[in-house]
């Protein structure tokens, strides 16, 4: 099973930030089927980001990610209020599916 | 507009039984993979199960392999997750999700609360 590690547990930033999330895998995810979710409390998850690097339909382009092979990145250009939640990264390249644990984006 | 709408989610003593169910609606839903994850109490995403588009392949997390069961009925544009020999550590909000490699659309989740 590959075990995603994202960091840091909690970011705390400030609106109009640039904020950089980090998800690490422990082995290889294949041809980057590496998605990304946000998940506000009370709501189910919202994808954001999948193939690591494209933004899922309605997106703001101020959300972008990058990465392969072991390392992904969750890049959120500008912060807008309504940005602070849980991100999560997920792997879909290999059974069983698994996420990162997730980190929380607050408001400094 | 793509629904997923879970039912079933309630209060159930450990080592009982309860049967989700997810009701799916806005798609085609014989031609997509199906999930269920689930969500402890402020803790994070765990997939539990998946079942491909006909109902032929299932899979599930080691953790409840066993003791649960994934099914779907096209013909109801139903998804099912069945639970047995349920455990204090199965309390959670399970989400029904389609697949498109990713999980593209999740549904709003059941609460499961295993206690005596």
């Known amino acids: 099973e590959i075990v995603l590690t994202q960091s840091p547990g909690t970011l705390s930033l400030s609106p109009g930030e640039r904020a950089t999330l980090s998800c690490r895998a422990s082995?290889?995810?294949?041809?980057?089927?590496l998605a990304w979710y946000q998940q506000k409390p009370g709501q189910a998850p919202r994808l954001l980001i999948y193939?690591?690097?494209s933004r899922a339909t309605g997106i703001p382009d101020r959300f972008s990610g990058s990465g392969s092979g072991t390392d992904f990145t969750l890049t959120i250009s500008r912060l807008e209020p309504e940005d602070f939640a849980v991100y999560y990264c997920?792997?879909?390249?290999?059974?069983?599916?698994?996420f990162g644990q997730g980190t929380k984006l607050e408001i400094k | 507009e793509v629904q997923l709408v879970e039912s079933g989610g309630g209060l159930v003593q450990p080592g009982g039984s309860l049967r989700l169910s997810c009701a799916a609606s806005?798609?085609?839903?014989?031609?997509?993979?199906m999930h269920w994850v689930r969500q402890g109490p402020g803790k994070g995403l765990v997939w539990v199960s998946r079942?491909?588009?006909?109902?032929?392949?299932?899979s599930y997390a080691d953790s409840v392999k066993g003791r649960f069961t994934i099914s779907r009925d096209n013909a109801k544009n139903t998804l099912y997750l069945q639970m047995n020999s349920l455990r204090a550590e199965d309390t959670a909000v399970y989400y029904c999700?389609?697949?498109?490699?990713?999980?593209?659309?999740w549904g709003q989740g059941t609460l499961v609360t295993v206690s005596s």
């Open positions: 079942i491909n588009s006909d109902g032929s392949r299932t």
């Open positions: 082995q290889s995810v294949s041809s980057s089927y």
């Open positions: 806005g798609f085609t839903f014989s031609s997509y993979w």
């Open positions: 193939g690591a690097s």
């Open positions: 999700a389609r697949d498109y490699g990713d999980i593209d659309y």
């Open positions: 997920q792997q879909y390249g290999n059974s069983p599916r698994s």
